[in-house]
């Protein structure tokens, strides 16, 4: 009670029943204090009313047993009635003092329900290591307590963090912007001005390349071809027949040769001569060979494998007259148009988009869209011929349009199959236009695939970062050091004043420690308070220390 008394006067209902023990009963050690199992009477309260600590004793007669148990298997068993004390060295106090395991509580109010509880300001009333009823816990429940500062007003942070994590709050996202000087430097250093120039020359040339390389990206999707003259080379070779005592062929044979070449060709790798067509056909005279024998085809499949040329061979000792029909392949594929619409539009073989791009300019050139209804295209006298409608949709066009588009003509060239071995002009030589790829396209699929000198100029960057951190901090030395020179007396107060906000913050630690110099501070209501509350705790940290160490729970 006197503890109480000082702490506060929150403790002056506190009652603790020490007696000396009667016959009969038995101390488990010297020094401990005897509890009478039967009902007392409770200093304080209205006379004849049981007990609150019997009724809940009895109320929670098993929780009793299990304590029983454990005090068992600590070798501290008591007799029934009686419960042990122990010391407890309390520094405040300058020696031990005796620590009952459970302390009295109050008196019950009229009213209040048997075996219910009247809380008192300062103590804990609740199960062990729980904060009071009607007060706010000391410690955030579910935390440890070593995360929690008693004098802090915020959680202090675990040590270790995950190293992921901090490496990725320490990745900062690097701008044009670091690279700029500050004004203050710029006028320090005058020759920082040709920095400043070649930052405004990068800036430039960085959005060209930008600019340059969304074009390139365009650009790529397009079908980038040039025109190159494809030679076509005709021969054939004649084999007369042998006589029966000779060796060799009896029967006369000619073989025909188709071969090519690109003109002026300036890429290295050679392309096959087959890759430039999709179907090749030699028609020979049909009153020689028959209706069954007189078609020599060949046409592309995915699985055909590219040749540098053709070669027909067949009997006979005769000139033979040939027709060679030669398919291009087209990529993307073309087509050719209506001779009506082909006149119209002045397009005879393109690519469809081509075709679709040259129609709309002609519809925008007359004036054919609807001026109310866009979507609608009216029909000229030529339109209505062609597509033999008055007016139709944009969306229409496509469909119409594909029954006017017809596959390309082929190449046709005729030939003599010359067998008279006087004959010195054997070989025949034609030149056709092709389209190949522009050999620019697989230089720009090179520059937007090429990393290496985004890489070169990516470490570059870091180091001019670098650089211009350090210009700063050095610019920040040298402030402070300028100011220190300049008035080292206001320096030093100022320096100060920022040094303990700062470490304020750091530590966050409240209060202010000019009030708390004064004795007044100390003399407010809230302290007498606080001092009970500091008291309770430190006991129930004593407590749970002795509970860890015997093994055993107290009530």
């Known amino acids: 009670q006197d503890v109480g008394q000082k702490a506060g006067g929150?403790?002056?209902?506190?009652?603790?029943?020490?007696?000396?023990?009667?016959?009969?009963?038995?101390?488990?050690?010297?020094?401990?204090?005897?509890?009478?199992?039967?009902?007392?009477?409770?200093?304080?309260?209205?006379?004849?009313?049981?007990?609150?600590?019997?009724?809940?004793?009895?109320?929670?007669?098993?929780?009793?047993e299990q304590r029983g148990k454990d005090a068992a298997r600590a070798g501290a068993l008591h007799p029934p009635g009686m419960k042990a004390t122990f010391l407890m060295p309390f520094p405040w106090l300058g020696g031990p003092?005796?620590?009952?395991?459970?302390?009295?509580?109050?008196?019950?109010?009229?009213?209040?329900?048997?075996?219910?509880?009247?809380?008192?300001?300062?103590?804990?009333?609740?199960?062990?290591?729980?904060?009071?009823?009607?007060?706010?816990?000391?410690?955030?429940?579910?935390?440890?307590?070593?995360?929690?500062?008693?004098?802090?007003?915020?959680?202090?942070?675990?040590?270790?963090?995950?190293?992921?994590?901090?490496?990725?709050?320490?990745?900062?996202?690097?701008?044009?912007?670091?690279?700029?000087?500050?004004?203050?430097?710029?006028?320090?250093?005058?020759?920082?001005?040709?920095?400043?120039?070649?930052?405004?020359?990068?800036?430039?040339?960085?959005?060209?390349?930008?600019?340059?390389?969304?074009?390139?990206?365009?650009?790529?999707?397009?079908?980038?071809?040039?025109?190159?003259?494809?030679?076509?080379?005709?021969?054939n070779t004649f084999t007369p027949a042998k006589e029966e005592g000779e060796g060799g062929e009896r029967v006369a044979s000619w073989e025909l040769r188709v071969e090519g070449k690109l003109l002026e060709d300036p890429s290295k790798q050679k392309r096959k001569f087959s890759s430039f067509f999709k179907s090749l056909v030699i028609e020979l005279d049909k009153e020689l060979y028959g209706p069954d024998n007189h078609l020599v085809e060949w046409h592309r499949l995915p699985t055909t494998q590219e040749t540098d040329g053709f070669q027909v061979k067949r009997p006979g000792d005769v000139n033979v007259k040939c027709t060679l029909l030669l398919m291009l392949d087209h990529q993307p594929p073309q087509y050719k148009l209506d001779p009506r619409l082909a006149r119209l539009l002045g397009v005879h073989t393109q690519t469809r988009a081509s075709i679709m791009q040259a129609l709309w300019l002609y519809i925008k050139h007359n004036k054919l869209q609807d001026s109310h209804e866009k979507e609608y295209i009216n029909c000229n006298r030529y339109f209505r011929q062609i597509f033999n409608c008055v007016r139709m949709r944009f969306s229409e066009i496509p469909m119409k349009l594909a029954g006017l588009l017809q596959h390309p003509d082929p190449i046709i060239i005729n030939h003599t199959i010359s067998v008279d071995p006087n004959d010195q002009k054997k070989t025949a030589c034609y030149d056709i236009d092709v389209e190949v790829d522009d050999p620019?396209?697989?230089?720009?699929?090179?520059?937007?695939?090429?990393?290496?000198?985004?890489?070169?100029?990516?470490?570059?960057?870091?180091?001019?970062?670098?650089?211009?951190?350090?210009?700063?901090?050095?610019?920040?030395?040298?402030?402070?050091?300028?100011?220190?020179?300049?008035?080292?007396?206001?320096?030093?107060?100022?320096?100060?004043?920022?040094?303990?906000?700062?470490?304020?913050?750091?530590?966050?630690?409240?209060?202010?420690?000019?009030?708390?110099?004064?004795?007044?501070?100390?003399?407010?209501?809230?302290?007498?308070?606080?001092?009970?509350?500091?008291?309770?705790?430190?006991?129930?940290?004593?407590?749970?220390?002795?509970?860890?160490?015997?093994?055993?729970?107290?009530?």
């Not at 009229?110 to 300001?121: E, V």
């Not at 004064?518 to 302290?527: H, I, L, T, V």
């Open 10 to 64: 929150e403790l002056q209902e506190l009652s603790w029943h020490v007696r000396e023990p009667v016959e009969g009963e038995k101390c488990c050690s010297a020094g401990s204090v005897a509890f009478p199992a039967s009902p007392a009477p409770c200093q304080g309260g209205a006379g004849g009313s049981e007990n609150p600590r019997v009724q809940a004793e009895r109320a929670g007669a098993s929780r009793d």
């Open 97 to 235: 003092c005796l620590t009952p395991p459970l302390l009295s509580l109050p008196c019950q109010r009229p009213g209040m329900p048997p075996g219910s509880r009247m809380p008192m300001a300062g103590l804990q009333v609740g199960p062990p290591g729980a904060p009071p009823y009607g007060a706010a816990s000391p410690l955030r429940p579910g935390l440890p307590q070593s995360m929690m500062d008693p004098f802090r007003k915020r959680l202090l942070a675990p040590q270790s963090q995950p190293p992921m994590a901090t490496q990725r709050r320490g990745v900062k996202r690097r701008k044009m912007a670091d690279k700029v000087l500050p004004q203050r430097i710029r006028e320090l250093v005058p020759e920082s001005q040709a920095y400043m120039d070649l930052l405004a020359f990068e800036r430039k040339l960085d959005q060209t390349i930008a600019r340059k390389r969304m074009e390139i990206q365009e650009a790529i999707k397009k079908p980038l071809t040039q025109k190159r003259k494809l030679r076509i080379y005709i021969s």
């Open 440 to 555: 620019l396209k697989a230089q720009m699929s090179n520059f937007l695939a090429s990393t290496t000198n985004q890489q070169e100029i990516a470490s570059l960057d870091a180091k001019i970062h670098e650089t211009i951190e350090s210009i700063n901090q050095l610019k920040t030395q040298r402030d402070f050091m300028l100011s220190f020179s300049n008035n080292p007396q206001d320096f030093i107060q100022e320096w100060i004043k920022s040094q303990r906000r700062d470490l304020k913050i750091i530590t966050d630690v409240i209060g202010n420690p000019e009030e708390e110099r004064r004795a007044e501070f100390y003399q407010q209501p809230w302290a007498q308070e606080a001092v009970g509350r500091h008291i309770f705790a430190k006991v129930q940290q004593r407590r749970q220390e002795l509970e860890q160490v015997l093994g055993i729970r107290l009530t």
